[in-house]
DNA sequence: GCATGATCATGC
DNA sequence: GCATGATCATGC
């Protein structure tokens, strides 16, 4: 039997099906094929110890598909048990590093990444916390076509996105959240892992081809499970997902808000109306932000309100944090900021016009890299150290709390506020707060400055 | 009128 | 009962 690199297909999708219900030290102990075992790392890279243990395979790093010539890429990817029983992605799937001196010139067909990606063989690993990666069970498998997949189109539409900034000499703007599925990530240790670009003299952090994390949640529930109950938007339509958004905005825009209310008979006072007439307009009986495409793509749908006066009263808020997830964070891994990179924004404007809240449009957006990585990481390192020294308290006045958190006239972007039922809605503090003694304190979470983000919606105004 | 603390209505 | 999106209330 061929070996190694020069299995096809069928043996490649075989062996992997070898593999299920096992973990690496079981796959290591069988010993099939003890090839390479003199430079095994121990640092359970189980990428590569599959590629050793289970394919007989050297390490390598060549820049063709890891089978040839079979042309098959391999993947070992981890997923988890989320809160109330959900599966997720761990993690993005990293493909390959983007050549912007290079990739630029060719089509997609042609690409470096469609060469070394149109064929992906997953393995799918669980990931459960406290564990050694190689006790981790393989548990399901799947040959991935990308040129037979339903998302191939949008996939393009993403690779040809990337490309057109790097030809506009925009590499260093790219954002993994740019993109639907196939997202440009950051590679390297930080942003000093710098690449030249071939049209413009500033360097460009080095990225990577991947899908995305919200992507490859989607993949894991729809082969491994959790995937009947999701509802999706594009239904019975061949446009794409752009296409299909446009139409439906065109529909209602310059709707009032009463209008809307009429048309699809709701009659409520609630704070997110908007929200639910949004949900309507696209047809969808759950809530928009949890459809198949806005999961895949981490589109986060937000409706947001502007006064007569070009402003917006309110800033946008985020989830609630837990004061005792923000210092175990870095700020590097912080949720905030794996938030922030890899989220679009689609915001629903509703714009006051005599006395009527008007229909006006979307905007897609997601939060520039430069303003992440100062003035949204000021605020969050000085969350943390607030929250770290239990110097949270600076008065009370009126039976009401100052607090030394980064406040709105502080920061440019963002600052932090509470936000849950009411005071008394808390979350415990690692360190008690040194003026009032109190152990936990009112929920709070991050926002977007209302005088920062109204800046995107000046075609509104 | 702005900045900040506080809270409402919904849906699961 | 809680998380969440969204907005209200008040003092300076």
Known sequence: MKKGRLYNRQEIELISKSAIGKSMNEIMKEEVIPIGKDNVSNKGNLGQLVEQFLFGMENNSESEPDFMPAGVELKVTPYKKIKGGKLSAKERLVLNIINYMDEYKNDFENSHFWFKNKTIQLLWYLWEPNKDNKDLKITHEKLLELSENEDLNQIKEDWEYIIKKIKDGKAHEISEADTMYLGACSKGANASSLRPQPFSNIPAMQRAF?????????????????????????????????????????????????????????????????????????????????????QKANIIPKTIRIEKNGKMKESISFPAFKFTDIVKQDWETS???????????????????????????IKLWNMPEMDIETSVMDMWKKTQDTILEGNIVRYIKDG??????????????????????????????????????????????????????????????
């Open 400 to 461: 009401k709390r100052k607090t030394n958190f980064v406040g709105m006239s502080e920061n440019k972007v963002c600052h932090v506020r509470p936000h849950g039922r009411n005071s008394k809605d808390t979350f415990k503090l690692p360190v008690a707060d040194k003026l009032t003694g109190v152990t936990e304190y009112t929920k709070q979470c991050f926002w977007i400055n209302n005088n920062y983000i109204i800046q995107i919606f000046k075609e509104f105004i």
């Open 335 to 361: 949720d905030l900021r794996e938030e922030l990179e890899t989220t679009k924004y689609m915001f629903f404007v509703f714009k006051k016009e005599k006395e009527e809240y008007i229909f006006k449009g």
């Open 210 to 294: 991947c899908f995305k994390n919200s992507y490859m949640t989607q993949l894991v529930r729809k082969y491994i499970g959790d995937y009947s109950d999701v509802e999706k938007v594009l239904k019975g339509t061949t446009d794409t997902f752009h296409e299909y958004v446009n139409n439906i905005i065109n529909k209602y825009k310059g709707k009032t808000q009463k209008e809307l209310m009429q048309k699809f008979n709701i009659d409520s006072n609630a704070k997110n109306i908007n929200s639910m007439l949004i949900s309507r307009m696209f047809l969808v009986k759950s809530k928009l932000a949890d459809t198949e495409e806005f």
